[in-house]
C-alpha cells in the first residue's frame, strides 16, 4: 500500500477534491461555526489549493524522485508521515485543533513544509535541476499557505503560482512525453525548442504576476493584464508546437494535451476579466484555471498510475469517462452554473477515487508513470523529461 508515495497521496487529493466541493453545499453551518478561516469561501479556497492540490503534488513529485535522483525513493514510513501531516492540517482548516493563530499555522502548514525539504534534500544529493525546481515550487506553496492563513496576500496569487506549476513542470512533462511518441525530426526538434523557449517567457511573466497579484495596490493595474496576454501567446504557442495528429492516437497523451489547453484558455479570461469586469467575474475566469488547466493536469498524471499497461501505457474506459466529466464541469463552471457543475465534478473524482483506491490491492509497476520509452531523445530535448 506504501510501496510508493502517489498510492497514499493521489487518493488523498481525491477525497479533498470530494469534500473541498461538497463542503461547500453541505457542511456550511460546521465550517462557518469552527474553521479558523474567514468564511466557508476561504475555507474552500484553501483546501482546494493547499489540500487538493497538495496531495496530488506529493504524490507525483515524490514518486519521480526516481527518475532525477539516481534512483532514490521516499521510504513507507516518509509516506505515511507525509499522510499524516496532510490529514492534520485538513483538521486544523476545520478548526479541529482549536482556533489559535500561533497553533494552526504551523500545524496546517507542516505538510508542505516536509515535502519541500524532503524534494530540497533529494535535489542537493542528486544535483537535480528538475528536483530543485519541485523543491522551490513546493516551498513558495508553503509561503502562500501561511500567507493565506495570516490574510497577507489574496488566493489569487496562490492559483496564479499553481497555474505557474502546470506550465513548467507539466510543460516539461508533455515535451518529454510527447517528444517519445510522435515522430522525431529535425524540423519537430526546432519546434520543441523554440516551445521551451516560450515556455521559460511565459513561466518568467506568470511568476510576475503572482507577485504582482499580491500587491493590492496595483492589482487593478493594466501590467497584469498584458503580462496575461503574453502568457496566453506563449502558453498557445507551445501548445501549437507540440502539436501533431500523432498526439490524439495516445489517450494519455492526449489527455495531458487537453489540460494544458485549459491554461492559456483560462489566462485569457482572466485577462479579460480585467478589462471587461461588467462580463465575466475574475473568480469565474479562475475556476477555468483550476477546475480547468490544474485539476486536469492532475487527473491525466495520475491516470497514467493506474493505465493499463501493454508494452505502453493505456487509458482504461472509465478513466476517460472521468476526465470528460472534469472537462464538463470546468466548461459548466465557465459559465457559472455551479451546481451542474459541482454534480459532474464529484461524479468526476468518485471515479477517482474509486481508481486509486482499487489500485492499492495490485502490485506496484515500474516506472509508474511512464511506459516503454523511446531512445531517441535529441539533445535539446532530454534536459526536459520531468
Not at 492526449?254 to 467575474?281: Q, T
Request: hydrophobic share 55%; net charge positive.
Amino acid at each position: 500500500m506504501l510501496s510508493s508515495p502517489h498510492r497514499i497521496m493521489f487518493p488523498a487529493a481525491g477525497a479533498a477534491a470530494l469534500l473541498g466541493v461538497s463542503g461547500l453545499f453541505l457542511g456550511q453551518d460546521f465550517i462557518t461555526h469552527w474553521s479558523p478561516l474567514p468564511g466557508l469561501y476561504a475555507w474552500h479556497a484553501h483546501e482546494m489549493l493547499f489540500g487538493f492540490v497538495g496531495a496530488a503534488f506529493a504524490g507525483y513529485s515524490l514518486t519521480a524522485i526516481r527518475s532525477w535522483s539516481g534512483g532514490g525513493s521516499v521510504s513507507p514510513t516518509g509516506s505515511l508521515l507525509l499522510f499524516a501531516l496532510w490529514a492534520m492540517s485538513r483538521l486544523a482548516a476545520i478548526g479541529a485543533l482549536g482556533s489559535e493563530p500561533m497553533f494552526i499555522v504551523p500545524t496546517g502548514t507542516a505538510f508542505l513544509l516536509f515535502l519541500a525539504g524532503r524534494l530540497a534534500w533529494a535535489a542537493l544529493r542528486a544535483r537535480a535541476v528538475a528536483g530543485g525546481l519541485q523543491a522551490l515550487f513546493a516551498l513558495l506553496l508553503f509561503i502562500c499557505q501561511i500567507a493565506f492563513l495570516t490574510g497577507s496576500a489574496p488566493s489569487f496569487s496562490s492559483v496564479l503560482l499553481v497555474a505557474l506549476l502546470v506550465s513548467v513542470v507539466g510543460g516539461r512533462m508533455i515535451a518529454a512525453f510527447t517528444w517519445n511518441w510522435t515522430h522525431q525530426s529535425p524540423t519537430a526538434a526546432q519546434k520543441f525548442r523554440c516551445a521551451r523557449a516560450l515556455g521559460d517567457a511565459s513561466a518568467a511573466a506568470l511568476a510576475l504576476t503572482a507577485v504582482l497579484f499580491g500587491l493590492v495596490s496595483v492589482a487593478d493595474g493594466p501590467l497584469i493584464g498584458v503580462l496575461l496576454v503574453i502568457c496566453t501567446g506563449c502558453e498557445g504557442g507551445r501548445l501549437w508546437l507540440w502539436h501533431s495528429t500523432a498526439v490524439l492516437q495516445d489517450g494519455l497523451l492526449a489527455m495531458l494535451h487537453i489540460a494544458f489547453a485549459w491554461l492559456p484558455a483560462g489566462l485569457s479570461l482572466l485577462a479579460a476579466s480585467l478589462y471587461f469586469p461588467d462580463l465575466l467575474a475574475a473568480h469565474d475566469a479562475l475556476h477555468v484555471l483550476t477546475v480547468g488547466a490544474v485539476s486536469c493536469a492532475i487527473y491525466a498524471v495520475a491516470a497514467r498510475a493506474v493505465a493499463r499497461r501493454c508494452g505502453r501505457l493505456r487509458p482504461s474506459a472509465i478513466d476517460s469517462i472521468g476526465y470528460a466529466l472534469l472537462c464538463l464541469a470546468a466548461v459548466l463552471r465557465a459559465s457559472s452554473a455551479d451546481v451542474p457543475a459541482a454534480l459532474a465534478w464529484g461524479a468526476c473524482w468518485a471515479v477517482f477515487l474509486w481508481r486509486h483506491v482499487q489500485a492499492l490491492g495490485r502490485p506496484l509497476e515500474r516506472p509508474v508513470f511512464s511506459g516503454r520509452a523511446s531512445n531517441r531523445i535529441d539533445p535539446g530535448v532530454a534536459d526536459q523529461l520531468p
